[in-house]
């Protein structure tokens, strides 16, 4: 059984550069969240899906944040015009459905704007 | 001011203690209330949680809720090196989706 699994692990993109950060959540499950993490701190919530709809994206911290889950499987974290702000891990989280409590994270992506 | 507060320590204790670990929230509506548990490069991983006021007990684990002070905590007995990492409590609306994080705090077990 297979958790979810984020991709790549690690990406250091240079200031301006798009990067795409991918998470395969676990086979059925109906919600996926996007959560980031900046060093010392807890997670913050960026955007839920449930299975193809995207119904809460409020956490996106500007227009350059962007994700999408056409299927209502794997999913995609856009980030346009990357900034030194936007170095964080990105975690991705899946559960089975809306009203279970319990929610099962990734390991992340590590992202390093230079 | 965020919705939920928690020390970020770091907190180290000698094998074999009793640990406790606390965090406040400000929003009187949050319903659901969890710890997990996050080793260094690695995501969080759900310990326990509760609905409402009350206590849950786990093994070593204690999770403890009251909602007339907005206190949540975590007691972690015979505290193991294995135990050392970032706890972070998280609390849910009634009827959301997204969880609230605390900032997490960093234990150390000494052996």
């Known amino acids: 059984g297979a958790g979810v699994s984020q991709s790549p692990r690690y990406k250091v993109a240079k200031r301006g550069q798009d990067v795409a950060l991918r998470c395969d959540p676990i086979?059925?499950?109906?919600?996926l969240f996007w959560y980031q993490q900046a060093l010392g701190q807890g997670p913050e919530f960026l955007t839920y899906?449930?299975?193809?709809?995207?119904?809460?994206k409020s956490g996106l911290p500007s227009d350059r944040f962007f994700a999408e889950r056409p299927e209502g499987s794997v999913s995609t974290l856009k980030i346009q015009r990357t900034q030194q702000e936007d170095s964080a891990v990105y975690l991705c989280?899946?559960?089975?459905?809306?009203?279970?409590?319990?929610?099962?994270f990734g390991q992340g992506t590590r992202l390093t704007v230079v | 001011q965020k919705e939920v507060e928690q020390d970020p320590g770091p907190l180290s204790v000698p094998e074999g203690a009793i640990v406790s670990l606390n965090c406040t929230y400000s929003?009187?509506?949050?319903?659901?209330f969890m710890w997990y548990r996050q080793y260094s490069r690695k995501g969080p991983e759900l310990l326990m949680y509760?609905?409402?006021?009350g206590n849950k007990e786990d093994g070593r684990f204690t999770a403890q809720v009251d909602k007339s002070s907005k206190y949540i905590s975590l007691f972690i007995r015979d505290s193991q090196p294995s135990d050392s990492a970032t706890y972070l409590c998280?609390?849910?609306?009634?009827?959301?989706?997204?969880?609230?994080f605390g900032q997490g705090t960093r234990l150390t077990i000494n052996p």
């Open positions: 998280a609390s849910i609306l009634q009827g959301a989706q997204k969880l609230v």
């Open positions: 989280a899946s559960r089975d459905r809306p009203m279970n409590t319990e929610a099962f």
């Open positions: 929003n009187s509506a949050f319903q659901y």
């Open positions: 509760t609905y409402s006021s």
């Open positions: 086979s059925g499950h109906v919600s």
């Open positions: 899906f449930q299975n193809e709809a995207q119904l809460d």
